[in-house]
């Protein structure tokens, strides 16, 4: 089979998602395994080049992984005539920028989320995406995991009949950073530096709720910064000023009621950091990022209440594990691949800017309803509009 080297500039890699997840366990993963087969026989093989602030950094990913190219100057980089795509893990805030860069200089790209800090920002990469004839892409990871992946063949086989609530929590508890170091990194508690739950995780509700469920109508969502100072990288301690607990409601086409807990201020009691209960008429089912096991009604105990004598039902024990019945990938891997097939051999693909922005857009009305206290309707957003009224609203 003919090779088709495929140059990729990967920036944000030196931090813990851009490096494990997308070059690692994704890019390295793609390479490794001699490359991704094309239709028309041939092999695309990933050629990265590295971007970021720090050369040391850098240098020591590179060496590490057997990649000889990397650089500091991203304008550099993007004058390449071989590297067709942008990808972009960077902070939110440094996102935008970047994004509309590469665009400009006629890049594919495909980001990590928010793809934005903003709607307004979001939609005018949209506009300048259908502007330049790029493609585009957003990592929505979380419909490629396997618990996810069942629960999405449990709803399209019909087993839960009418499906009556959604209902999931999400979190763990991130350390303050003075006895133990914090499991993220400082600024997503910074609000002036892109941070805040509400910005980082709905936007993946938005795209896991309605890829599986249907399309989101209104949302009510009341955050709260709980974790008042923590300690930096440097040892530094800062004030919070971004929310570390968000808790939502979205209302789906047909009725549906979806609530969603998310918190880095919450010890783990569950199987997983992310599970999903879904009831319906005649099964219920608890998906996570690997598992997912289903109720169906035939096997649903009888429960009645009576506080006075010691449960007699074990609750967990007529559950049953929804069977793999495949190999899974890794989830952004998985994802990786079907981009790089739609950019290389135009391959239907449809998780890009403008779903992207979606995200954002729930994010920015999740936080309206926070402030005045109330469910807000989330409008459609139309492309062919392309964001005219979000970036008459921004420059306002």
């Avoid at 990729?8 to 490096?19: F, W």
Wanted: hydrophobic share 40%; charged share 25%; proline share 5%.
């Amino acid at each position: 089979m003919a090779e088709r080297k495929i140059g990729i500039i990967m920036n944000g890699v030196t931090g813990r998602m851009g490096m494990h997840q997308h070059l690692v366990r994704s890019i390295l993963s793609i390479r490794n395994q001699g490359g991704l087969k094309l239709p028309g026989g041939e092999v695309a093989i990933p050629d990265p080049i590295l971007v970021g602030r720090n050369e040391a950094k850098l240098r020591a990913i590179a060496a590490a992984n057997g990649i000889h190219r990397y650089t500091t100057d991203l304008n550099r980089a993007l004058d390449s005539k071989t590297d067709p795509i942008y990808f972009d893990a960077q902070t939110t805030q440094a996102r935008f920028p970047a994004m509309r860069e590469a665009i400009l200089h006629g890049k594919h790209v495909y980001c990590e989320k928010p793809v934005a800090g903003t709607l307004a920002d979001a939609m005018e990469l949209v506009r300048l995406a259908n502007d330049h004839g790029v493609k585009t892409g957003v990592v929505m990871d979380k419909l490629f995991l396997p618990g996810i992946l069942k629960l999405q063949r449990l709803v399209d086989s019909g087993f839960f009949g009418r499906v009556l609530s959604v209902r999931g929590e999400h979190g763990y508890y991130v350390f303050e950073g003075d006895w133990q170091e914090g499991q993220r990194p400082s600024w997503n508690s910074r609000k002036e530096e892109g941070g805040g739950i509400i910005l980082d995780m709905l936007p993946h509700w938005r795209y896991l709720f309605e890829h599986t469920f249907g399309k989101m109508k209104a949302v009510f969502c009341v955050g709260a910064a709980q974790i008042a100072e923590r300690v930096n990288e440097s040892g530094e301690r800062f004030a919070c000023t971004a929310e570390d607990s968000a808790y939502s409601m979205f209302q789906i086409e047909g009725g549906l009621t979806v609530r969603m807990d998310a918190s880095w201020v919450a010890r783990v009691y569950r199987d997983e950091l992310l599970e999903i209960q879904v009831d319906g008429t005649h099964g219920s089912a608890i998906a996570g990022l690997r598992d997912c096991k289903s109720q169906h009604r035939v096997n649903t105990p009888r429960p009645v209440w009576n506080p006075d004598v010691p449960n007699p039902l074990d609750f967990y024990a007529d559950w049953q594990p929804v069977p793999d019945n495949r190999e899974f990938d890794n989830a952004f891997k998985v994802q990786w691949e079907m981009f790089l097939r739609h950019v290389l051999a135009d391959a239907p693909y449809k998780y890009d800017l403008l779903e992207g922005a979606k995200g954002v857009q729930l994010a920015e009305l999740a936080t309206q309803s926070w402030q005045e206290r109330r469910w807000i309707d989330i409008p459609a957003i139309a492309k062919s509009k392309r964001a005219d009224h979000a970036l008459a609203q921004r420059d306002a």
